[in-house]
């Protein structure tokens, strides 16, 4: 084979991606790609604001589509990542399976649960690869942990700590006044930035099972919750506080996890990325550990498992059912909120 040849096949082997919305995290996606993720090459950058589609595509060497609908109309991608505010994820979703296009959503699957297990029955029938983006999963700082909760450096996992909090950052809400309104997003900040912070907690601890909390309005931009004090509830028994907090004034540090075992504990830097310090009997002063730390480092991992998912077949470090698990947390919190008691997920 000549190098000529060598080239051709592994074009016809890249995956021909789309970006639909091309906004804030759109950006995070892009740089995973273009840094870490060679098999990918894109060809549709998909918004409704033509000018951020035309930067995207001439960023990528992609068309520039102002609709979903025109896209797939001039057959101009495979496999797409949809980056949407909340309630159009459905729609978009259940387009794309239709035409048989391998689908990667963006947290949350849908605004409520009727609508994330229609699009979860729209993956399941569709045999393509249905993945809900949740880049927690991959984040370095909360794999660093789980691998030394694997190795036993802090024994038997007795509670944890969690805690979302940031001050209001318009990078991520400027110009999306969807983001603010609770119709379109579903709720506040349990719904949505609280994910991030839900996933890890699974991958550590497993499964929860029920919640208890209550939540605030103390941030006036945001029609859904910007405050949120629960108690959550694991497989195992255990128990582990879950709290977020959006303000619109400078807060002081505080890390985003901490980690307790029956010999040590394990504590997380606070957003976007401040690494990871292990204490135990070994380390009692703390052991900082190295890394390639940070959030947006999360987004590479995600986009390979999409990749790999497409070409290779292989299974995605979690499915769309189990993906599903950080909306139902969401969603029991908001029931406790109002019910004031314990609630199943
Ligand atoms: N994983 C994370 O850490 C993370 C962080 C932020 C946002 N998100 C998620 O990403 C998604 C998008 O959030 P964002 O912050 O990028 O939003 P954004 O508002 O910055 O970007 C959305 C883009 O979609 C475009 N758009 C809106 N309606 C459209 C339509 N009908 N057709 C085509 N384009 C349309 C908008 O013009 C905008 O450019 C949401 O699901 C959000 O929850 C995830």
């Given at each position: 084979?000549?190098?000529?040849?060598?080239?051709?096949?592994?074009?016809?082997?890249?995956?021909?991606?789309?970006l639909l919305g091309c906004g804030a995290i759109a950006r995070y996606h892009l740089d995973a790609i273009k840094g870490y993720v060679p098999r990918v090459k894109v060809t549709a950058c998909i918004d409704a604001d033509w000018t951020r589609a035309s930067a995207y595509a001439v960023e990528t060497g992609g068309t520039a589509f102002a609709s979903l609908d025109d896209a797939i109309s001039a057959d101009a991608f495979d496999a797409i990542s949809i980056m949407?505010?909340?309630?159009?994820?459905?729609?978009?979703?259940?387009?794309?399976?239709?035409?048989?296009?391998?689908?990667?959503?963006?947290?949350?699957?849908?605004?409520?649960?009727?609508?994330?297990?229609?699009?979860?029955?729209?993956?399941?029938?569709?045999?393509?690869?249905?993945?809900?983006?949740?880049?927690?999963?991959?984040?370095?700082?909360?794999?660093?942990?789980?691998?030394?909760?694997?190795?036993?450096?802090?024994?038997?996992?007795?509670?944890?700590?969690?805690?979302?909090?940031?001050?209001?950052?318009?990078?991520?809400?400027?110009?999306?006044?969807?983001?603010?309104?609770?119709?379109?997003?579903?709720?506040?900040?349990?719904?949505?930035?609280?994910?991030?912070?839900?996933?890890?907690?699974?991958?550590?601890?497993?499964?929860?099972?029920?919640?208890?909390?209550?939540?605030?309005?103390?941030?006036?931009?945001?029609?859904?919750?910007?405050?949120?004090?629960?108690?959550?509830?694991?497989?195992?028994?255990?128990?582990?506080?879950?709290?977020?907090?959006?303000?619109?004034?400078?807060?002081?540090?505080?890390e985003s996890w901490r980690i307790t075992g029956s010999d040590g504990e394990i504590v997380i830097g606070g957003f976007p990325g401040g690494g990871v310090n292990l204490y135990n009997r070994k380390h009692r002063s703390g052991l900082s550990l190295e890394g390639n730390w940070g959030y947006a480092m999360s987004f590479v991992g995600e986009n390979q498992d999409f990749v790999n998912a497409i070409l290779d077949g292989a299974p995605l470090a979690a499915g769309p059912e189990d993906s599903l698990q950080e909306l139902r947390v969401a969603h029991a919190i908001y029931r406790s909120a109002a019910s004031a008691s314990w609630e199943n997920v």
């Open positions: 084979m000549t190098a000529a040849d060598y080239h051709l096949v592994t074009m016809t082997t890249d995956v021909r991606l789309a949407l505010p909340h309630d159009l994820h459905e729609s978009t979703t259940l387009k794309c399976l239709a035409a048989g296009k391998h689908v990667m959503l963006e947290k949350p699957m849908a605004p409520t649960l009727e609508a994330s297990a229609r699009i979860l029955e729209a993956g399941r029938a569709s045999g393509r690869v249905f993945m809900l983006a949740e880049n927690a999963q991959y984040w370095p700082e909360v794999v660093a942990a789980l691998n030394l909760i694997r190795q036993g450096e802090i024994g038997d996992l007795v509670t944890g700590r969690a805690a979302f909090v940031s001050e209001y950052n318009p990078k991520w809400f400027t110009g999306q006044a969807w983001r603010l309104s609770q119709a379109r997003t579903g709720g506040g900040i349990t719904i949505d930035g609280g994910s991030h912070w839900v996933r890890p907690m699974r991958m550590w601890f497993g499964n929860i099972t029920r919640v208890v909390g209550v939540v605030g309005y103390p941030m006036e931009e945001m029609q859904g919750d910007s405050l949120m004090r629960s108690l959550v509830q694991f497989e195992s028994g255990v128990y582990a506080s879950y709290d977020g907090l959006m303000v619109n004034t400078p807060l002081g540090p505080q």
